[in-house]
């Protein structure tokens, strides 16, 4: 199973972006599915994350400015950023929790392998 990224790239503050992460491979289901953000030097923290039933959660930092969502049938997540900020420079990062079998104790963590976002004042 991997999951691939799409849709980072070069940004002015206060323009928009929407990244893409597409699961592909022995996929029996995924639940929670999420972003993450890092940058040098710093630890990789929770941008938004939602549940297979569409619970979502996000990080104080981008409240009311990015967007999480997902298409069940097509293993995808999408991450709709507004109102970028130079701060939100960063390498996205997808999660997965991916399920190879009917059995819970085939879940697994699953990380995509990052895509650049910047953002120029």
């Given at each position: 199973v991997q999951?691939?990224?799409?849709?980072?790239?070069?940004v002015q503050a206060g323009g928009s972006?929407?990244?893409?992460?597409?699961?592909?491979?022995r996929i029996f289901s995924i639940?929670?599915?999420?972003?993450?953000?890092?940058?040098?030097?710093?630890?990789?923290?929770?941008?938004?994350?939602?549940?297979?039933?569409?619970?979502t959660n996000y990080a104080d930092s981008v409240k009311d400015r990015f967007v999480i969502s997902r298409d069940n049938?097509?293993?995808t997540v999408y991450l709709q950023?507004?109102?970028l900020k130079p701060?939100?420079?960063?390498?996205?990062?997808?999660?997965a929790v991916v399920r190879a079998t009917a059995l819970r104790s085939s879940e697994y963590g699953l990380?995509?392998?990052g895509t650049q976002v910047t953002v120029s004042s």
């Open positions: 999951l691939q990224a799409s849709g980072g790239g070069l972006l929407r990244l893409s992460c597409a699961a592909t491979g639940n929670d599915m999420g972003w993450y953000r890092q940058t040098p030097g710093k630890q990789r923290e929770l941008v938004a994350e939602i549940t297979r039933g569409g619970m049938a097509k293993n950023m507004d109102s701060e939100d420079t960063a390498v996205y990062y997808c999660k990380w995509g392998p």
